[in-house]
């Protein structure tokens, strides 16, 4: 079945760097796009950044962009996620989600909802 | 950027009722409008897609409706596993944004 695990949360100081990491299965990870969406707690959900099926092109968020970066290793079928100059405002769980859309071939299908989602991991950035 | 608008922000329903819920888009989002249903300590789920078609597995009593910037998410027969909070998101345009959501709790 398709799942998503991501690891790396942990508690760090203000400042300080942290990478995530998102391991896939159950489907042709090279052909879709990912996004990473977080969610301070208690809060809403804020969508965080994405990149596409081929790593050709990222997207991010303007509240993190310049300090967070997304990659993909399509031969570990693996996302990351790494987040530079942490701030408390960065303090979320941080969930990655598959894109809708499949690319093979050079032609798509679908479109940019997010299905499924990863069960999350916890970033506090306190000092 | 799109800011999404939901309301209420918690709807108190019986069990066996109806529920509306609304999203507003500050622009037009054409069709592109998903919501999701997210359970506490759980990670967010996909309901409807495309704002009126329904994932795999997603029961029929949930339905989705609007174009444009208005849209609802109705659940025409409310079960105990139904009370959750329910975010509706925007794909149209970059950065994609949610709602804040509707916390649907039983009444």
């Known amino acids: 079945q398709v799942q998503l695990v991501e690891s790396g949360g942990g508690v760090v100081q203000p400042g300080r760097s942290l990478r995530l990491s998102c391991a896939a299965s159950?489907?042709?990870?090279?052909?879709?796009?990912m996004h990473w969406v977080r969610q301070a707690p208690g809060k809403g959900l804020e969508w965080v950044t994405v990149?596409?099926?081929?790593?050709?092109?990222?997207y991010y968020a303007d509240s993190v962009k310049g300090r967070f970066t997304i990659s993909r290793d399509n031969s570990k079928n693996t996302l990351y996620l790494q987040m530079n100059s942490l701030r408390a405002e960065d303090t979320a769980v941080y969930y990655c989600?598959?894109?809708?859309?499949?690319?093979?071939?050079?032609?798509?299908?679908?479109?940019?909802?997010?299905?499924?989602w990863g069960q999350g991991t916890l970033v506090t950035v306190s000092s | 950027e799109i800011v999404m608008t939901q309301s209420p922000a918690t709807l108190s329903v019986s069990p066996g009722e109806r529920a509306t819920l609304s999203c507003r888009a500050s622009?037009?989002?054409?069709?592109?409008l998903a919501w999701y249903q997210q359970k506490p300590g759980q990670a967010p789920r996909l309901l409807i897609y495309?704002?009126?078609t329904r994932a795999t597995g997603i029961p029929a009593r949930f339905s989705g409706s609007g174009s444009g910037t208005e849209f609802t998410l109705t659940i025409s027969s409310l079960q105990s596993e139904d009370f959750a909070v329910y975010y509706c998101?925007?794909?149209?345009?970059?950065?994609?944004?949610f709602g804040q959501g509707t916390k649907l709790e039983i009444k």
């Open positions: 998101q925007q794909y149209n345009n970059w950065p994609y944004s």
């Open positions: 990149i596409w099926y081929d790593g050709s092109n990222k």
């Open positions: 989600a598959r894109d809708g859309m499949e690319c093979s071939g050079g032609s798509c299908k679908g479109d940019n909802w997010f299905d499924p």
């Open positions: 622009q037009s989002v054409s069709s592109n």
């Open positions: 495309g704002a009126s």
């Open positions: 159950g489907f042709t990870f090279s052909s879709y796009g």
